[in-house]
């Protein structure tokens, strides 16, 4: 966990006057705030995690719960946590960390540009004594978030080691919607997708994702556009993916909620996540030297679109 001196250290190569700064965000951890014409933002370097964005003229898309621990070592409850190199448990070691290891780590800040009206925030991480235990290879990771009308989310994997292995991905993004129980998530009809909360039960989703129990969808071989429509919100967010096969729908509901020490107990009502990734039969395989980029890409559509 970077000191004050550090983030200060940090603002003073980073910061871009009136539109980026890097200061103490919530539990103290380093954060990049962003204020612009297009867009605000929050970027933690713990995880590599957003936790805001808020294009202009438009409601903050992102949800976060109240009660999430602001703490080194642990995961945020919400934003966008970077699931790396496995997703959910892991299956050979059901000790190591749900969800890989990266979102729980403070991440490298590497640079911070801008383009026109966008920002591009850069962050890195690489293998490590702490990694190593759970994940005997070698890597590099990139972080590359663009924040401006569209939220773009590019996570570059690099194998920097000597022997190949098979990575599992997500950008586990948490949306913010005024009533889970009356949202819907459009292309997905006809899709394959094993049901985690039956067993992971290989299913074919019939029609648009409705929610009405809890719900744990991991969808493949899906590479097309899907929509959130949320009618009391009023809004219709598009999220485009590329190199992304799987697609993750959740929503924990009033049960999984009240398991959950970081939700609140009616905080499942106002998220949901989608989430573009690569898992279960389509994880990626890396041989050495080789890299793979994982894109995210999200908007809010004109009323209508």
């Not at 103290?28 to 933690?44: D, F, N």
């Not at 370097?45 to 621990?69: C, M, N, R």
């Not at 009023?234 to 729908?249: G, N, P, Y």
């Amino acid at each position: 966990m970077s000191s004050e001196q550090e983030i200060e250290a940090l603002h003073e190569v980073f910061a871009i006057p009136g539109v980026v700064e890097v200061s103490p965000g919530n539990g103290g951890l380093a954060r990049v705030r962003i204020t612009s014409p297009a867009a605000e933002a929050e970027i933690y370097l713990h995880g590599a995690q957003v936790t805001a964005w808020k294009p202009a003229g438009e409601d903050e898309v992102i949800f976060v719960s109240e009660k999430s621990a602001w703490v080194d070592g642990k995961a945020i409850r919400g934003g966008i946590p970077v699931c790396f190199p496995w997703f959910r448990e892991k299956v050979d070691d059901l000790k190591a960390p749900s969800h890989g290891f990266v979102r729980t780590k403070e991440w490298e800040l590497f640079s911070v540009a801008q383009t026109g009206e966008d920002i591009v925030v850069t962050l890195t991480t690489s293998s490590d004594d702490a990694s190593r235990k759970w994940w005997p290879h070698e890597m590099r990771v990139v972080h590359r978030i663009t924040v401006g009308k569209e939220l773009r989310l590019e996570l570059i994997a690099v194998n920097t080691g000597e022997s190949s292995f098979l990575l599992e991905e997500a950008l586990h993004t948490y949306y913010r919607v005024g009533d889970a129980e009356k949202i819907r998530v459009e292309g997905l009809d006809g899709v394959t997708y094993f049901d985690n909360t039956d067993g992971n039960r290989e299913k074919v989703q019939q029609g648009d994702v409705h929610f009405t129990a809890s719900t744990d969808n991991a969808y493949q071989n899906t590479e097309g556009r899907l929509t959130l429509v949320d009618p009391v919100l009023k809004r219709r967010i598009a999220i485009e993916k590329a190199h992304s096969r799987s697609t993750v729908v959740w929503n924990p509901w009033v049960e999984g909620a009240a398991k959950l020490a970081d939700l609140g107990d009616e905080e499942w009502r106002e998220m949901t996540c989608v989430e573009g990734g690569n898992l279960r039969i389509c994880a990626v395989p890396l041989a050495p030297g080789e890299q793979h980029t994982l894109e995210v890409t999200m908007r809010v559509l004109p009323e209508g679109r």
